[in-house]
């Protein structure tokens, strides 16, 4: 059987995939007919055809496992297999929110340092762990900017600067918070263009959010410039921590000027994506945003872990204290890498995306010729003055086995490749992705109607996007 | 013999990193940080030494078993969180690395079991709400009704929320720094009292946070009169048996999906289950999928209605929301499908009839009584002759952990829940030990 069926298909009345015990109690009387549900249409399968079925559908998957995965932005690194174990002991797994803080010191142990080991890689006072995804920290940090901004009778700040490279998270997540947006345009090399800035920065900005290293993979050497004079202002500075993994246990965020910054360990602390979560995306600050972070934060006390809430705080963002599951597996990835060991991790990232950019530059135009950091940023102008767009070139490499970069991301850069390798990956996977980027660009001379109609060779091809939007098809429905 | 081992996550060897320093035309790799400044370049880290595999895992387990676990425990607590039954399918599907392991289906043709496991929890998702449209989930259940909330505001044009007071109280803390932070107010109503004419959804908890259940559809018809949405908050395992928010009239309707399938790890990961009438569809946060079909005509699924999301829209978006909890939404439908429309009928109604008994049981001793005379599922508030917490000390010392403890919003009361997890003797041990104050 294909991969071309679907849960109903399989299903046949009177199948079940596991067995239930039966009811140890006298039952009871059931409540008023208007209260219960009358049907209930849900597939009923065996668990040998449920399982066959979602094996097959792994298996149309592509994961970190599966291959070389150079997502830009998103640091699709290697995801050690002990983390998994570590997440799923009964002590971390089988325990509830709610039960006293008495009965799961362990858990609090966990978060009070996790805590601290984020406040202490990122150059922070305070860490909140409840932001439960990069987005959410975002969300977090600009409320935190708000409540200071208030709390000190700074009514008037009602717009929040971000550059004209930033994430789509960054606008919306200030709209969430009741922000207007400011533009910042980057220079040509790649920067702040500081003029801009200068005359955007007045006495209405809160904020200033600014992914650091930007998202075209570039340390801004103006750096401690941008924040003193956001500072000067009375502004804020803080970062979308997305990219952390070009300077971890090498830089510090508060070091830079920064007043928070927003982390994703799904990206930086190797826990897995999942396919779109679960994430968690802490937010370190600096003492004078402390008092505002969300309920609740763990605390130490006469040897004792306790939740509290923070004296100004923002109040709840999340039903409990985030993606515990998550931090339990970004603690152990700090505790088993130390110090040095978080070091020789932004090194090699460092490295590896300095060797792509070398190699493929003479294939692919390179908008910033500069040294990078994690990632590097190629555009495909010259393949699209052949006809070929950047949506081809990474179609193509579906066909090589390998995972296509971030493309058309960040928006400044004209049929964008962002690359980013990590550091989980050997020079040998580097240069099979350099040998199949260079028979690609070979092929746009030379044969190009093979990107036109790549990929070849996957589970499906080229899928139509527009019927998908204009006649919605979302769901199933059980026949009867 | 040496003690310097290589990392086992990093695979260069220091000739693969000579080579490539010598490709990219560098003497050292500190050269490729030569944009940072000197004195921002080289900051100190205090952090514990770095520990092996073997000697972190006996450490991580030595401090997970610091913690009282289900597994030594009975358990009757709830108020957001709930331990049921999780069948070993679940852990199977969603631990296969091909899925765990892969980033949102950017690319479709690579992706289709994230994607054709997304179309499989939304059709799930929907047959179980009775909704119309659902959506791939959103972070927790507060954070669902949250955006639900923020959505019927953009959909009436009116910046009001009224919230039931019978909603979880965390839920109402966490939908008011929403609402606030764009700038909308929000106030709690006795539910079935009138709404004012400018508020833009009524959002009601069904059951409702101390455990009962109420009609909702006269509740629904005085919403749609004053033109608000109606917002209903569910529990997914009450719906095995109880009427579902589509069969009510709510025009979105949230849970929390970690009771389908995902453990209760402290409180998180979860899962925001999100779903909605067709005609809010364009309104809606969230990633949702699609099927379509490829270039040769063979069926395929694709992220969909992606014009409403954040990395097309900017800040036009219906929402920030990128990272979701796609993986939990996979284990809510391989959990739905392995239970199928038998199981969860039957789950849903051990956990019924078993919080009856303990709860006749328990209103059979001296001193205490139910606090609601209503119908109610899994959970239920009962009074206590003395302080809840003097009772859970009582439990903890014999192995149970007890109810929540609610004596702030009603005098000595604790709310107690009970699930397919709990035997009779669990329950008769609770019984006896509540009996001895």
Known sequence: MNHHYLLPDVSQPGKMGCSLPALDVPPTELPPKELLRQELKLPEVSEVELMRYFAALSKLNYGVDTGFYPLGSCTMKYNPKWHEDIAKLAGFASIHPLQPEESVQGA????????????????????????IAGAHGEFTGLLLVKAYQQDRGDKARKKILLTDSSHGTNPASAVMCGFEIGVVASDSEGNVDMKTLESAMNEEVAALTLTMPTTLGLFDPQILEISQLVHERGGLLGADGANLNAFLGRVKFGELGYDYVQLNLHKTFSTPHGGGGPGSGPVCVKEDLADFLPSPLVIKNDGRYKFVSPAKSIGRIANFYGNFGVMCKAYAYIRSLGAAGLKEVSENAVLNANYLKEKLKPYYYLPYDRTCMHEVVLSGRRQKAKGVRTVDIAKRLLDYGLHPPTVYFPLIVDEALMIEPTETESKQTLDAFIEAMKEIARDVEENPEVLHTAPHNTPVRRLDDVRAARNPDLRWQMRD | MTNMMPSPYLPNTDADRRAMLREIGVGSIEELFRDIPEKLCHAQFKLPSPLSEMELKKELSKLANCNVSFDNYACFLGGGSYHHFIPSTVEHVIGRSELYTAYTPYQAEVSQG???????????????????????????????????????????KRGKVALSTTVNPTYRDVISTYIKARNFSIGTVELGSSLSSDCACLVAQQPNFFGYLEEMKPHVQKTHDIGALFIAIVDPISLGMFKPPGHYGADIAVADGQA???????????????????????????????????????????????????????????????????????????YLATLGKRGLRHVAELCYHKAHYAAEEIAKLKGYSLVFSKPFFKEFAIRCPVAPSRINQALFNEDIIGGLDISHIIDNAMLLCVTEMNTKQEMDKLVEILGGF
């Open chain 2, 114 to 156: 994230t994607l054709q496991g997304t179309y499989e929890y939304q059709s799930l998702a929907c047959q179980l709400t009775g909704m119309e449209v659902s959506n791939d989930g959103m972070y927790d259940g507060s954070t669902a009704a949250a955006e639900a909330a923020i959505m019927a505001c953009m959909i009436t």
């Open chain 2, 260 to 334: 389908l399938g995902n453990p209760t790890s402290c409180g998180g990961p979860g899962l925001g289950v999100f779903t909605c009438r067709q005609e809010y569809l364009r309104q809606m946060p969230g990633r949702i999928v699609g099927k379509t079909v490829d270039v040769e005509g063979k069926p395929g699924y694709v992220m969909t209605m992606v014009t409403r999301e954040q990395y097309i829209r900017r800040e036009r978006a219906t929402s920030n929301i990128c990272t979701s909890e796609a993986l939990m939404a996979l284990a809510a439908a391989v």
């Open chain 1, 108 to 131: 609090l142990q966990l978060m009070f340092e996790l805590q601290e080991y984020l406040a202490e890689i990122t150059g922070m006072n305070a860490t909140s762990l409840v932001p």
